[in-house]
């Protein structure tokens, strides 16, 4: 049974829209990521957190924003939501004393029509 | 920059053993391998990683050249549940360095 989970699996939105994209764990990690992955390529890193109120900008340039405002949850909101922004978002979490073994949660794909 | 470097794409015979190689030639002394995999769209899944040393778990078998410039992953028996995408990662092991994902290898089993 997964420890890391999102909602909501699938979401359809229309242009202009904001949404938040939810990812709680229940493992007590203190490192949280999200990653971003069209069809087929690669995954790239956009968010990262070390812990409570700790946020970093990763890699892929987003505009999307995270918060961390407890350990377990760490949600990604889009303001206006874009056709480009249509991808599959993947979080994962790691503990600060286990630095390989990164959970990630089945995903959410978005897309925005 | 990429810092390994992976075969796109490779094939192997349901219940023979798959071994993907990845070349690190710039990893640092305090730079691990790491490997993982992703199931069509699921999230990557750890399998296992190495400083130096060979190492073996339930999943696979990492092999690192005494030069640490190459690796191989060995799954010894491979299944059509095997068949993922297989990534390679160099980072430290302690610090703030988050995962980064290159392209991988896409392993194919068949039976």
Known sequence: EADIYQTPRYLVIGTGKKITLECSQTMGHDKMYWYQQDPGMELHLIHYSYGVNSTEKGDLSSESTVSRIRTEHFPLTLESARPSHTSQYLCASSAAAKNYGYTFGSGTRLTVV | ?111
Request: proline share 6%; glycine share 6%; aromatic share 8%.
């Open chain 2, 1 to 111: 920059d990429a810092k390994t470097t992976q075969p796109p794409s490779m094939d192997c015979a349901e219940g023979r053993a798959a071994n993907l190689p990845c070349n690190h030639s710039t990893i640092s002394g305090n730079e691990y391998v790491y490997w993982y995999r992703q199931i069509h769209s699921q999230g990557p899944q750890y399998i296992i990683h190495g400083l130096k040393n060979n190492e073996t778990n339930e999943m696979a078998s990492l092999i690192i050249t005494e030069d640490r410039k190459s690796s191989t992953l060995i799954l010894p028996h491979a299944t059509l549940r095997d068949t993922a995408v297989y990534y390679c990662i160099v980072r430290p092991n302690s610090g703030n360095t988050p995962l980064v994902f290159g392209k991988g290898t896409r392993l194919s089993v068949i039976a």
